[in-house]
């Protein structure tokens, strides 16, 4: 076989000897004797740039010989041997040079990746460092991830490093990374830390970083929203969408402290939402008791919004959510809403949808000689 098809092979085996390899090299002493059961039947071919040269012995020369055998179990039990032993302030540097002067995709992945690991592992706030000053293309690639564990390990340095850090297009992003780590613990420190930022756009931050809290904590967030004015419709529809699967009678009762009715209108079909996903009968009944029209179709629509799709247990329940959006008070939303779930309705039981639209005043619907009334009847 020539050298380039043995390079092919290794190529494309690379992958699933990565996964492996990268295993074995968790269990220490057995990392020669996996890499040989892992590599037995593929080659690859590690290329050098140029000669690695320095007054020491080179940390990676052991690659160059072992790949002039043709050894590639050599090659990956070697590229593990040299990650491990190298001291942790070092392993930049090394996966910079791995990534400069090596061009063999296998055991160019496999050192990369192995690298990365550990640095992630026992030195992200040295990955981030390297990551930022461009040395490394990989690094760069995968800073959120350094970010995230960062804020894991010490959360008060990493914000002391991004702030440092020099301005880039991911940097915002960044930022509000971290700031979401922080509001999982305390939404109104992370508000409190996000107000206190230069040059960044902190309003927009807060507004995503309290939607990403309100998943987990929806009061909490709600009230950081109402101080900073946040009550846009969406931002109320999906806190109050998470607020409802947890303490609906809460929520509802919250939703007055609303100033702005296209806020309680995101808000209540946020309720009707999250109500709706696990009790569509009692969600049903509920409405009956809103006495405003306009929020009675609102959460209705939040309610229905639950029922879309054909799995089996929506299509047990067809029949009710089509009766349920004809109770619509709105008749705009209601013609859509009923439209919408009887079309589903026509393609699971064709039969028993055209009978209720005949026989509850929706001809129309199957029939496209009925006019279609105007939308205010």
Known sequence: ??????????????????GLVLGVAMFGPRDEAGASDVARSSRSQVVWRKPLGGGKRDSLSGLRDRDARGDISGVASE????????????????????????????????????????????????????AIGG??????????????????????KALEQLIAAPRAKDSHSLMEMLMRHEADRDPARAAERIRGLSGYDSKR??????????KTHPEAAFDQMLENEILGEGFMREVFKSWAATDRDVALQRIV???????????????????????????????????????????????????NGHDESKQQRRAETVRLAASIPDASTRRTEVGRFHSYWMSEDKEAATAWARNEGFEWLVDKTVKIPPPTQ
């Open 205 to 214: 931050m807060l507004g995503y970083v309290l939607l990403h809290a309100g």
């Open 79 to 130: 590229s593990l041997r040299v990650v491990r032993q190298t001291p942790v302030e070092e392993l930049g540097e090394l996966l910079v040079r791995t990534e400069r002067e090596l061009v063999g995709d296998f055991p160019k992945a496999l050192i990369v990746e192995a690298i990365f690991d550990r640095m992630l592992a026992e030195h992200p706030f040295g990955a981030f460092a390297t």
């Open 1 to 18: 076989m020539s050298v380039f098809a043995k390079w092919l092979v290794g190529t494309v085996m690379g992958c699933f000897c990565l």
């Open 257 to 307: 402290a609303l100033p702005d009715p296209r806020g309680q209108l995101g808000a209540v079909e946020g309720v009707g939402r999250g109500w709706g996903a696990s009790d569509l009968r009692g969600a049903a009944e509920y409405a009956e008791k809103i006495s405003s029209p306009r929020m009675r179709s609102q959460f209705l629509v939040g309610v229905l919004e639950t029922q």
């Open 135 to 156: 040395a490394s293309h990989f690094l760069s690639s995968r800073k959120k991830e350094i970010v995230e564990r960062m804020a894991e390990e010490d959360f008060e």
